[in-house]
């Protein structure tokens, strides 16, 4: 477990369940390539890139070398996910990584 009792989805790559069923999304980090845009949302939904969206989280396209990173943290409140989380990547022409955090 967590800070404050969340739980890790643990690093995933791809669109992805998070969690079906009620919820409070923790927080959220996204990790590019270093080298392209990537993008990822986070739907109020048990199954699918639908629904409220809860967070967006992207990271812009850089020369630099090795991954370039983003977090987001809504704290010990979190935010209220009736239904689930559903991540979503919307722009990714490299590798996206990412991690997301709930309770």
């Excluded at 109020?44 to 070398?65: C, F, Q, R, Y």
Aim: glycine letters at 16%; proline letters at 1%; aromatic letters at 8%.
């Amino acid at each position: 477990m967590g800070e404050m009792g969340y739980v890790s989805s643990g690093l995933l790559a791809a669109d992805a369940v998070i969690h079906a069923g009620g919820c409070l999304l923790g927080g959220c980090l996204v990790i590019s390539d270093g080298t392209n845009a990537v993008n990822l949302v986070l739907h109020d939904h048990a199954s699918a890139a639908s629904g409220t969206k809860v967070a967006e989280l992207g990271v812009g396209a850089s020369p630099a070398t090795g991954a370039l990173t983003q977090g987001m943290w809504f704290g010990d409140k979190g935010v209220q996910c009736v239904n689930g989380i559903y991540a979503d990547i919307t722009q990714a022409t490299g590798t996206i990584k990412f991690y997301v955090w709930y309770r």
